[in-house]
Each structure stands twice: as C-alpha cells, then as structure tokens.
C-alpha cells in the first residue's frame, strides 16, 4: 500500500474535527464525511477557528494554516472514501451508528485500506466483526482537544494483522507526532478505565451537595496540579458522551462504580451537554 497519504475522517464533531485537522496539518490529504451540509460546515467552521487559535498562539504560521486548509475536503457521502489508505471513524458514541459506518466503509473501500474507530469505550472486536476484513480493523483512540493532547491509545483487537496495528502506530507518532500507547480491547482501555470513574466520583459529590463544582474543581486544580477540574473537563469532554462511555463500562464491568449517576443521566435528558451545547455544570453562553 506504501506510505499513508490519504485519510479519511467519519464524523466532524468535537473529536472528528480535531483528527482532521492534526492530519492535514502533518501534510495528509484529508476527506472528512458529515452527515449533511450543515454538519459539514461546522465541522469546517470547527476546523478553522482551531486552526485560528494555533496561529494566535505561534503554533503554526498563517501559510501552513491555509496550507492545512487546502489539504481538506468536506463530503456528504460516505463514497467519498474509496480511494482512502486509512479511514478514521470519528462518529457519536452510538454502537449501532459505528456497526453500520464500518459495515459500509469495508464495502466501500480497498480491502488493504486501514479501518480505525476513535471509540472511547466500545469493544474493537464487534466493531471489526461487521466487517469482511477484520484483520484491518483497529482502534485508535484521540483526546480532546486533539491538536494539543500528545497522546493516540492504539487498540488492537483480537483479530487485528500486526503489520496493521505497526503501520498504524507509526502513522500516529512518526506522521501525527502523538505518543502511543497500546491499550487492551476492554471497555475504557486505559486512560478512560481511570478517568471517568473519577469525573463521575465528582459528579456525585455534587449530587450529594458534598461541594459545589467550582469548589471540586479549583480543589483539583489548584492542590494537585490538574489542567482543569473534573467538572470543567466533563463539559469539554461532553456529558452526554461522559454518560455513553460510562453505559460502555458498566455493561462491561456492571461495576457501580462505572454507573452514571441520576445527575448526569438528567442533565444530558435536559439537553445539558456542557460546553457544545452551551451549558453543563457551567455556562458558556
Ligand atoms: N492548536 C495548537 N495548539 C494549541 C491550540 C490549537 N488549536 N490551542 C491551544 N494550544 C496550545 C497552546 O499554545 C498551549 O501550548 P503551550 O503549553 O506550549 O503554551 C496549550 O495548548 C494550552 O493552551 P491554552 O493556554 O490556550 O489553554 P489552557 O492552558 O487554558 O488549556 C486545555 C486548555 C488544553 C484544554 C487544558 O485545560 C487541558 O489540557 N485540560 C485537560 C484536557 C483533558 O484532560 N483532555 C482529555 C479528555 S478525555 C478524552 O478526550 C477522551 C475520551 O474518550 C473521553
């Protein structure tokens, strides 16, 4: 197949946009597919004002960010990834949604194409097996905000090739710059197994009036150095996609501790995602 040049990229939202953009900023011909023109449009709107910010912050110059801009393409249709050597599924935390993207993806692309999920917290495996090929299927798995977290966890399944899972390591850290790390095919892999019992632990510490979330968060930001408090993280990470990869874990594990807690279950009900929606535990309206 030779080396990796053109990607493809399901899904424009939080993560799908920040993939992309890190691709065509290394220099890759990038297709992202939407669901519609709208959803396109915003993942292209997400894209250049990410891209606005790296300029502002001396991370790229105003020529490699229109540079980055060429290299993408925006499409509708799923087509549009034929003549990809790695697709990168990027779609909601939706099993049935990623069983029909990657059903049709193998289909649709060459049989030595790479098929990855950027799922949080879904088994590779199943995602593999609505696949003819499944020995080029694997995970690899971004953090948010992709252009700035520096790591990729690479997830092969059982039934991955190994030089699939080689190429696709070398593609996250020699072409994108990430550092991997190998996680196991198991619901949460390694950073969300430790991360999200503990945005929900505060998230019930909230439900139970324990502290308030300004409080729990300046508490984690300012006694132990975190970025930024569990609160505040589990609205950038979106909390309806927190209680999707919670739902993952405890059907995994059906320990409590993975159970998303009647707090978040509501708020994601009202419609309170965090910061895309414009409210979660804070507002950013
Ligand atoms: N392009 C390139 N670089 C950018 C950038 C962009 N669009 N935006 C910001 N940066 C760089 C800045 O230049 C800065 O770099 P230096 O440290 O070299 O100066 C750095 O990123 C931090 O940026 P800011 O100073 O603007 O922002 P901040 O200090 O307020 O940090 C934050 C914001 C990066 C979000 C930080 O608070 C953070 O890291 N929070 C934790 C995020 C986290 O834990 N993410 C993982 C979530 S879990 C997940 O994603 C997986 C899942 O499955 C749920």
Known sequence: M???????????????????????RAGLDVVVVEADAAAAEA??????????????????????????????????????????QLVIEAVAENEALKLDVFGRLDKITEPEAILASNTSSLPITRLAMATEHPERVLGLHF?????????????PSLLTGDDVAEKASAFASEVLGKTVVKAPDRAGFVVN????PYLLSAIRMVEAGHATPEDIDNGMVLGCAHPMGPLRLADLVGLDTTKAVAESMYEEYKEPLYAPPPLLQRMVEAGLYGRKSGRGFYDYT
């Open 2 to 24: 030779g080396d990796i040049t053109r990607v493809g990229v399901i899904g424009a939202g939080l993560m799908g946009s920040g993939i992309a953009e890190v691709t065509a």
């Open 43 to 84: 993942g292209r709107g997400r894209i250049e004002k990410s891209l606005g910010r790296g300029v502002d912050k001396g991370k790229l110059s105003a020529e490699e960010r229109d540079a980055a801009l060429a290299r993408l393409t925006f499409s509708t249709d799923l087509e549009a990834c034929a003549d990809r």
């Open 143 to 155: 953090f948010n905000p992709v252009p700035v977290q520096k790591l990729v966890e690479l997830i």
């Open 193 to 196: 197994a430790l991360l999200i």
